[in-house]
């Protein structure tokens, strides 16, 4: 199984903060990656997918980048709907497998 | 609008069985793949089960094989995960969730993310 290894697992920031989170994969997933994020009670919400493409309807402070092992999400001014947990997943093959999470809080 | 509905969660003692429904619209149900991912409390996500849009491709994680059986109704618009022999780390929300490739025929290699989610349905596994 592909592991996704997520970092940080959390970090404190405050509204307009740049936020950088980076996920690694155990082997090479090409650009099959994809970032969620989730709040508390709420069903995860997709971000970005293929690495780098934003989904519809989705702010464009939202970007990813990477490819191969190595990812990141940035928001580049956060907002304070942007507090919350954030999970990677790869979708290079089953089983589909995500990070372990990344809590963003104020 | 795409809405995913889930139904059928509770509480089931160590060993029962259960069966969880999603109920879908706001699409065309039968081109889409379809899954189930399951997030125990206070922890991540986990992917359980995907099916293709026909059927004919149907996959599940380790921890679920053998147990969980993934099917889905299209003349419903349903889809469905029979839950047997439940263990005290099946507790968790189970989410339905749509693959967002459109399947135009039977042989489609899905995306294997999620566009749309359901709000979950809460499985508790308890004596």
């Known amino acids: 199984d592909i592991q996704m290894t997520q970092s940080p697992s959390s970090l404190s920031a405050s509204v307009g903060d740049r936020v950088t989170i980076t996920c690694r994969a155990s082997?090479?997933?090409?650009?099959?990656l994809n970032w969620y994020h989730q709040k508390p009670g709420k069903a995860p919400n997709l971000l970005i997918y293929?690495?780098?493409s934003l989904q519809s309807g989705v702010p464009s402070r939202f970007s990813g980048s990477g490819s191969g092992t190595d990812f990141t999400l940035t928001i580049s001014s956060l907002q304070p709907e942007d507090f919350a947990t954030y999970y990677c997943?790869?979708?290079?093959?089953?089983?589909?497998?995500f990070g372990g999470g990344t809590k963003v809080e104020i | 609008e795409v809405q995913l509905v889930e139904s059928g969660g509770g509480l089931v003692k160590p060993g029962g069985s259960l069966t969880l429904s999603c109920a879908a619209s706001?699409?065309?149900?039968?081109?889409?793949?379809m899954n189930w991912v399951r997030q125990a409390p206070g922890k991540g996500l986990e992917w359980v089960s995907s099916?293709?849009?026909?059927?004919?491709?149907?996959y599940y994680a380790d921890s679920v094989k053998g147990r969980f059986t993934i099917s889905r109704d299209n003349a419903k618009n349903s889809l469905y995960v029979e839950m047997n022999s439940l263990r005290a780390e099946d507790t968790a929300v189970y989410y339905c969730?749509?693959?967002?490739?459109?399947?135009?025929?039977?042989?489609?290699?899905?995306?294997?993310?999620?566009?749309?989610w359901g709000q979950g349905t809460l499985v508790s596994v308890s004596s």
């Open positions: 969730a749509r693959d967002p490739r459109y399947c135009s025929t039977t042989s489609c290699y899905p995306d294997y993310y999620f566009d749309y």
């Open positions: 293929a690495a780098s």
């Open positions: 706001g699409f065309t149900f039968s081109n889409y793949n």
């Open positions: 997943q790869q979708s290079y093959t089953t089983p589909l497998t």
């Open positions: 082997q090479s997933i090409s650009s099959y």
């Open positions: 099916i293709s849009s026909s059927s004919n491709y149907i």
